[in-house]
């Protein structure tokens, strides 16, 4: 294992912007909870959405879990522009999974996820029409080795503390699974 660490020095930023080339521990949570990522394609919509910002915007992901209502990841964009990441992100999962649950004639919970979008909107200035994530993502600082793997024993492990699964291997949509699609940047 490399020390992504010794590169840039050891000051914690005060502010809780994702701005350095640090890595970050992230949460994007959906509005109200909602479990949204119940269904695979939604899951998808993210994975495919997390690997274009690799290929396009120079984002490295070393850890990740999408659980029901919630996505857990320890990511970096080297020119320390992963607060531009995360907003470009959050911005077209968001319409991107909206429109799969609205043209999605099988989604059988369309008019209750439409409807608490919309109910989350109305308390947004930036949202007109839905609202699908909480505004912030809780950027996290990680600025050594030991912050580091907890961060990433945490999210490994978040689907055993809730239930899902018995052992993080198990769980489809988690780096901790060795079959998953998704690999994840060495650090």
């Known amino acids: 294992m490399s020390n992504i660490f010794t590169t840039f020095g ?20 959906v509005v109200g909870w909602i479990d949204v990522f119940t269904r695979h394609r939604y899951c998808e919509i993210i994975l ?5 910002c690799r290929k396009n915007k120079q984002l490295e992901v070393f850890a990740f879990v999408i659980m ?6 320890i990511a970096r964009q080297q020119d320390g522009k992963l607060n531009e990441v995360i907003r470009d992100f959050k911005s077209f999962t968001a319409k ?9 004639p ?8 439409l409807h608490l979008f919309k ?10 029409t839905y609202q699908f994530w909480q505004k912030t993502s809780h950027p996290t600082e990680l600025y050594n080795n030991e912050i580091f793997d907890q961060k990433v024993e945490y999210i490994h492990n978040n689907p055993v503390k809730n239930g899902c699964v018995t052992n993080a291997e198990s769980y ?13 940047d060495e650090w």
């Not at 930023?13 to 701005?19: L, P, Q, V």
């Open 10 to 29: 050891s000051a914690m930023s005060e502010k809780r912007k994702a701005n350095t080339e640090y890595p970050y521990f992230i949460t994007f949570t």
């Open 48 to 52: 495919e959405s997390l690997e274009f």
């Open 68 to 73: 029901s209502n919630h996505i857990h990841l």
């Open 96 to 104: 991107k999974i909206i429109n799969e649950i609205e043209t999605n």
């Open 106 to 113: 099988q989604e059988s919970r369309k008019d209750w996820l």
């Open 119 to 128: 109910y989350h909107a109305k308390y947004s200035r930036q949202n007109k």
């Open 172 to 184: 489809t949509f988690s780096s901790a699974n060795p079959e998953s699609n998704f690999k994840v």
